[in-house]
C-alpha cells in the first residue's frame, strides 16, 4: 500500500511541475507582432553606431490606406542634440509577395510617437502601397548614440501601429552603454610570498603583453625589486629589452597579460638562473640577506583588465604560490589530512544506514 501511495504521490507532483511549467511558457508571453528587436554590439561605448535588427508583422491598410508606421525607441541618453545625429533619417525593409522581394521605405520624423519613460522616440511611416494583408517586413539600420552618453543599462524599444498579431510593444532590455576613457598609462604591483605574505625578495622578471584591443602586443617589461614591487609605463619601460623600441601603448578596457617569470630567462643578454644556484643578473639573485635560495616559484600568468583610469593603475598584491625557500604549500586535500579517510567511511556508513532505514518503511 506504500508503494502505491509513494507512486501516486509522486505522479501527482510530476504532473504539477509539467503543468506549471507549461503555464510559463504560454504564447501571450512574447510580442507575436514583432517577431525580432535586437540591438548590437551590447555593450557598446559612447560614440559607437549600433545596429538595429528588426523584423515584425504588420497590416497596412487595416484602414484602407495601404500604409503603416512604427516607433523606435532609443534610451534618453544616447540620443545626441539635435536627435537626427542619432536617429536614421529613414529605415528601409524588406517583405516577400510569393518568391518576389519588395522593398518599403519608413521615413523618419521628430513627432508622433507615445511618450515613454526615459526613452526617446522617433515615428517611421511608410508610403501607401504596402500589402493590404498580414506582412512581415524585415531588415536593419544604424544608430548612433552620443558621445555625451552616460554609462549605464539601457532599454530600447519597438512599437507597431498596426500589428499583425500579438501585442505592443517589444524592448530590448539592459542595453549596456559604457563610456570611453583614457585608457591606463601603465601597470603596477608587488610579488609577495605565498607562505608569509611578505615582499618577495629574490627578484622576478615581468612583462605585459596586451591580448586584446586595436594595439595587441608587448607593452613593456621589467624586474621586481628587492621588496617585491614593479612598475611598467608602457611604450617606455623595457628594462629586459624585449621591444626593441616597439612597445606600445594601451588601449581602455583592453585585456593584459601579465607574465611573471621566476627563473629570469625573458631577458636577452644578462644571464638566467634555472638552477637556482648560479646567476649573472644582480637583479635575480641566488641569496638575499645570507638566505640562500633553494628553489623558485613556478613561472606564471595573469589578466588584468584596463582600468580607462588615465594614469597608472596598481593591480595590486600577486602572491608567487610558493615559500621564500620554495617550499610548495600543499593544498587542503585528502592527501595531506591524514583523517580524511576516516571521515570519509563514516560518511558512506551514515549513507548507508539512511537508505537501509527507508527501505524497511517502504517495505
Not at 553606431?49 to 534610451?75: E, K, R, S, W
Not at 607593452?219 to 614593479?230: E, V
Not at 571521515?343 to 549513507?351: F, T
Request: charged share 15%.
Amino acid at each position: 500500500m506504500r508503494k502505491i501511495r509513494f507512486a501516486f504521490t509522486f505522479a501527482v507532483l510530476l504532473a504539477l511541475l509539467v503543468g506549471s511549467a507549461a503555464f510559463a511558457q504560454t504564447p501571450g508571453d512574447n510580442p507575436e507582432g514583432i517577431n525580432t528587436f535586437e540591438v548590437s554590439p551590447d555593450p557598446a561605448y559612447a560614440g559607437d553606431t549600433v545596429t538595429l535588427d528588426i523584423n515584425f508583422n504588420a497590416t497596412a491598410g487595416a484602414n484602407g490606406d495601404t500604409a503603416t508606421a512604427f516607433c523606435l525607441y532609443a534610451p534618453d541618453t544616447a540620443v545626441d542634440t539635435p536627435a537626427s545625429n542619432s536617429f536614421p533619417a529613414s529605415i528601409t525593409l524588406s517583405y516577400y509577395s510569393g518568391f518576389t522581394q519588395y522593398t518599403a521605405t519608413f521615413t523618419g520624423a521628430s513627432s508622433g510617437c507615445p511618450a515613454r519613460s526615459g526613452q526617446t522616440g522617433w515615428m517611421y511611416s511608410s508610403g501607401t502601397g504596402l500589402p493590404s494583408g498580414d506582412t512581415t517586413y524585415d531588415g536593419s539600420a544604424n544608430f548612433n548614440i552620443a558621445s555625451s552618453a552616460t554609462a549605464g543599462f539601457y532599454d530600447w524599444t519597438l512599437l507597431l501601429q498596426e500589428p499583425g498579431s500579438g501585442v505592443n510593444p517589444l524592448s530590448y532590455t539592459n542595453f549596456e552603454i559604457k563610456n570611453v576613457g583614457t585608457p591606463d598609462t601603465g601597470l603596477s604591483g608587488r610579488l609577495i610570498d605565498s607562505k608569509t605574505l611578505q615582499p618577495w625578495a629574490y627578484g622576478a622578471e615581468i612583462q605585459v603583453v596586451q591580448v586584446t584591443g586595436d594595439n595587441i602586443g608587448l607593452k613593456g617589461s621589467t624586474y621586481a625589486a628587492s621588496d617585491g614591487t614593479w612598475s611598467i609605463t608602457f611604450a617606455t619601460t623595457d628594462d629586459l629589452g624585449l621591444c626593441g623600441g616597439a612597445c606600445t601603448t594601451g588601449n581602455e578596457y583592453a585585456v593584459y597579460r601579465v607574465v611573471v617569470n621566476f627563473t629570469c630567462d625573458l631577458q636577452t643578454g644578462n644571464g638566467t638562473r634555472p638552477d637556482y644556484q648560479t646567476s649573472d643578473d644582480g637583479n635575480c639573485p641566488i641569496t638575499v640577506g645570507g638566505t640562500d635560495l633553494t628553489g623558485l616559484p613556478i613561472n606564471f600568468e595573469t589578466e588584468v583588465t584596463d582600468a580607462a583610469s588615465g594614469s597608472m593603475h596598481n593591480v595590486g598584491d600577486m602572491e608567487t604560490g610558493r615559500g621564500p625557500t620554495a617550499i610548495v604549500l600543499e593544498d587542503f586535500s585528502s592527501a595531506q589530512v591524514p583523517w580524511a579517510p576516516v571521515a570519509g567511511a563514516a560518511l558512506l556508513l551514515v549513507a548507508a544506514g539512511g537508505f537501509a532505514i527507508l527501505r524497511k518503511r517502504w517495505l
